[in-house]
């Protein structure tokens, strides 16, 4: 993968890791784990947690099943539902940062504005001006952090309370209230869940329709919870259940193969068919493609509670928001107290706005102009010894992001490793490995559902390529085993 350049002196780098959620706290205690003490955790907000702590609205939850959403070195035996709720995601990395004594090395509100690198040497300069230097940079900055705001005219004219789903205003009351919810995907259908027995009235603001699979989420036993608390192999062996469930269905169907896909397309379909009772209904909620085109929505619930009678399912096209509520375009004004944007997260920016700037003056910013590309998700050409966990072409849509990125991290401590056995001290993507790499990418990815299944996603960047793994689980492990 990388061109090695310029012996240097064995010695522990001096690392910096750009925030403090799932995946910078996991290249953290990889650090520590190998002995090296020289790295410092730089988190822009005042607490660690990424998008768990961005995350706060009524009914988050995860949708992957709790055992396998869990460091594969830590495991935690008292997730108290198969599919955990936020607060308690979030409380499990603040307990294994504890145990490996991260918190010493976390600095909270430090965002990061500048990372320039001379001379060989990353100099980064945080929005408060403090300024260090690094050897080696990693940007741990997650998915899905940026707030996608929707372009809707008059949006600033509402006279109730307006916020976005990732800035959840907690102190405003919601019980007997008229909300509106603009958005259908997995945060609006969580949303709308919990927020249905709650609101006077609900209005649901669907642009397009998603496929709903109907995964149940009942609490552990407390017999469940003694056995794997006392028994750890019974940890061990749910966790690995879980782990060949998921890469033998889910994870096969979103990558073509036909009976894994037509086995759950069936379930989503059939659930659509008889969990809602109206016919009209039934087909403003049946999506124009196939399932998994996007990502697939895990609710036991939803079609039950947009059928409750305080409930209303809203399709027709928003024309404007105005002081008293919404306005689509047949006419109607839909008078609301509350209003919540749950319109998704701008995917496509990785580390962006960090003005990232290399050796040669060039920006990430120019560098990606083309669109965000990485060699095996984890180094950008002309960008030496700047590595990201969660880059362009980690497999997200097909795969749990803490299992690869556990992948990833081990990755770049192979050449933390080679720096501080002093055999190298600078390593660079090759431009025509990148090239060779995106090839295969763009190629692997015109089986895939996301490019079959007609529709779009935030799958997609702004060109229409795909920036996902277009293979299966078990191959990126073979690939990333060691660096090339």
Request: glycine fraction near 8%; hydrophobic fraction near 40%; proline fraction near 6%.
């Amino acid at each position: 993968m990388a061109a090695a350049q310029a012996r240097g002196s064995a010695r522990d780098p001096r690392v910096v890791i750009i925030g403090a959620g799932m995946s910078g706290l996991l290249m953290g205690i990889r650090l520590k784990q190998a002995g090296i003490d020289d790295f410092v955790i730089l988190e822009k907000a005042a607490d660690l947690g990424g998008t768990w702590r961005e995350n706060t609205y009524p009914g988050i939850a995860c949708d992957i099943p709790s055992h396998f959403y869990s460091y594969s070195f830590a495991p935690n035996p008292g997730w108290s539902h198969w599919f955990a709720p936020g607060g308690e995601i979030k409380d499990y990395f603040a307990s294994v940062a504890q145990a490996h004594g991260l918190p010493a090395r976390i600095r909270y509100n430090s965002e990061v504005a500048e990372a320039r690198r001379s001379d060989g040497t990353w100099r980064i300069r945080c929005t408060d001006g403090t300024e260090m230097e690094a050897d080696m940079v990693v940007a741990a900055t997650g998915v899905l952090h940026h707030p996608r705001m929707p372009d809707i005219p008059g949006l600033s004219d509402f006279r109730g309370a307006c916020f976005h789903s990732a800035q959840w205003r907690h102190d405003e009351p919601l019980d007997g209230r008229r909300i509106g919810v603009i958005g259908t995907g997995s945060t609006a259908t969580q949303i709308t869940a919990a927020l249905v027995p709650r609101a006077g009235q609900l209005s649901l603001f669907q642009r397009t329709a998603q496929w709903v699979f109907p995964l149940p989420n009942p609490e552990h036993s407390r017999f469940a919870r003694w056995c794997f608390r006392r028994l750890p192999g019974a940890g061990r062996a749910w966790y690995h259940l879980t782990r060949l469930l998921f890469q033998w269905t889910f994870s096969r169907a979103v990558l073509g193969h036909n009976l894994a896909h037509r086995m759950l397309a069936g379930i989503a379909r059939r659930n659509l068919e008889r969990s809602v009772r109206d016919p009209a209904l039934r087909e403003r909620l049946r999506p124009d493609y196939e399932p998994f085109c996007k990502r697939l929505i895990i609710s036991p619930d939803f079609y039950d509670k947009i059928q409750q009678p305080n409930a209303e399912l809203v399709t027709a096209p928003i024309e404007r928001v105005e002081a008293e509520g919404v306005r689509t375009t047949d006419g109607r004004l839909h008078a609301l107290d509350v209003l919540v944007l749950a319109t998704g997260f701008e995917a496509q920016r990785y580390v962006r706005p960090l003005q990232l700037i290399n050796e040669h003056d060039e920006t990430l910013e120019e560098a990606w102009s083309g669109g965000a590309r990485a060699l095996r998700s984890v180094a950008v050409p002309g960008f030496a010894n700047f590595f990201m966990v969660a880059g362009p072409y980690t497999p997200v849509g097909n795969y749990p992001l803490i299992q690869t990125s556990e992948i990833q991290a081990d990755y770049i401590m192979a050449f933390v490793e080679r720096f501080r056995n002093g055999e190298a001290s600078r390593f660079e993507a090759r431009p025509e490995a990148l090239e060779r790499f995106v090839r295969d990418m763009d190629a692997g990815s015109e089986r895939t559902i996301w490019r079959t299944g007609g529709c779009q996603s935030w799958y997609l960047d702004e060109r229409g390529r795909i920036s996902m793994w277009p293979w299966s689980f078990e191959r990126f492990r073979r690939e990333m085993r060691r660096p090339k």
